[in-house]
């Protein structure tokens, strides 16, 4: 599977009303693999691993934050 994650807003509204945030640069995509059993009802296994970097910047520009990330989640059935 591949995926890519993308912002439905231009701008990031932080939790308790802290402001907000204009995404400059957004990227996350990633791929992966699942094995399904067609007798069950969810897939028995897989992983997934989907890396980007963000830059989210204040409205009036005095502060930029920019971060990488890469997130990695895998999974299995037991009894398999």
């Known amino acids: 599977m591949k995926v890519e994650q993308t912002p439905r807003e231009s701008t990031w509204v932080l939790p308790n009303g802290q402001g907000r945030l204009d995404i400059e640069q957004y990227t996350m995509a990633g791929e992966g693999s699942m ?26 520009g005095g502060t930029r934050l920019s971060q990488s990330q890469v997130d990695r989640v895998g999974w299995n059935t037991p009894d398999r």
């Open 35 to 60: 094995t399904i059993d067609a007798s069950l009802p969810l897939p028995v296994g897989g992983e997934l691993t989907v890396r980007g970097d963000q830059t989210y910047v204040e409205p009036d």
